[in-house]
């Protein structure tokens, strides 16, 4: 009597651990299922963000940045690169040109614009990039504004250089980082460095796909803030304190963009130094409202 019993009972028991199983089993496939329809679902509703261009340039004319590229922009040959570049942007088809000017000075930037307008044959070197990329991609498109949203904060992003070369300071945090950042930046990168080391043998267009390549704009970020992060002084945050203020301005300039009333029917060209592309590209990417075109798509012919 025992035996049947122990028997009947075991039997029951494991077909209730199959049943188990198989529910587990199903449960998780059903979740699998439902996160690879979650994600086909995600990749559909991109299509309705509004698609941006956000494209780093050297600063053409004179700059206070810490980057710094020698170009003649009143040159013959330097025109003619800037009007295929521009041609090559223009496939973007924007309906909105954002330019790394202050949005208090959108009167006067667009003043300078209709000016262009009326004698497009020759560019305008008045604001370097801006004025001769910018205003000639927003004429090629038939727009008739750009828009400005920069943001000015100063901000120390020479400290550590500072400290290093002051007898009475030490750097508590990481000196051999600093130096390594600030010295040998392209120490894991043979690539970049091999393209740094020719730059200045490059082409206009050659130059700005590498300085849109995003290990580059990793480098952008690491050389104008992040590299600050290893610096300080005793216990204090000095390089964070001002790289923060570098954070800070980019948000600011990330907030001017979205001030900008648009519709998903908008297509966004962004055009600044290429510190700000590398710290906008990392708002825009986890974006619900955008999505980044590849830059350098629109950078080859």
């Given at each position: 009597m025992v035996a049947k019993f122990t028997c009947s009972f075991f039997f029951k028991t494991n077909l209730l651990v199959v049943f188990y199983a198989m529910l587990v089993v199903?449960?998780?496939?059903?979740?699998?299922?439902?996160?690879?329809?979650?994600?086909?679902?995600?990749?559909?509703?991109?299509?309705?963000k509004i698609k941006v261009l956000n494209i780093g340039s050297f600063h053409f004319g004179e700059t206070s940045d810490a980057q710094k590229t020698d170009f003649d922009e009143h040159d013959a040959q330097n025109h003619a690169e800037i009007r295929h570049i521009s041609q090559l942007i223009s496939r973007f088809k924007p309906t909105i040109v954002c330019l790394e000017f202050l949005p208090e000075d959108h009167l006067g930037m667009n003043q300078a614009y209709q000016t262009f307008l009326k004698s497009p044959s020759r560019l305008d070197t008045t604001y370097g990039e801006l004025s001769m990329i910018g205003f000639d991609v927003a004429r090629l498109n038939n727009l008739s504004k750009?828009?400005?949203?920069?943001?000015?904060?100063?901000y120390n992003y020479s400290l550590g250089d500072f400290i290093e070369q002051s007898s009475d300071l030490e750097n508590a945090i990481d000196r051999d980082t600093y130096l390594m950042l600030t010295n040998v930046p392209f120490k894991y990168s043979k690539t970049l460095k091999a393209l740094n080391d020719r730059y200045d043998q490059l082409s206009l267009l050659e130059k700005l796909q590498v300085t849109n390549y995003p290990s580059m704009l990793d480098y952008m970020l690491n050389s104008n803030a992040d590299k600050l992060f290893y610096v300080g002084i005793d216990d204090g945050f000095e390089g964070a304190e001002q790289a923060a203020q570098f954070y800070l301005r980019n948000m600011k300039i990330?907030?001017?963009?979205?001030?900008?009333?648009?519709?998903?029917?908008?297509?966004?060209?962004?055009?600044?130094?290429?510190?700000?592309?590398?710290?906008?590209?990392?708002?825009?990417?986890?974006?619900?409202?955008?999505?980044?075109?590849?830059?350098?798509e629109f950078l080859v012919d």
């Open positions: 199903g449960c998780s496939n059903e979740f699998n299922q439902s996160l690879v329809d979650s994600s086909r679902n995600e990749t559909l509703g991109a299509t309705d750009v828009y400005g949203i920069d943001n000015h904060m100063g990330y907030s001017n963009l979205n001030r900008i009333k648009m519709t998903p029917n908008d297509r966004v060209l962004i055009l600044m130094g290429s510190a700000h592309t590398a710290m906008l590209r990392e708002f825009i990417r986890r974006s619900p409202k955008f999505e980044m075109v590849n830059t350098n």
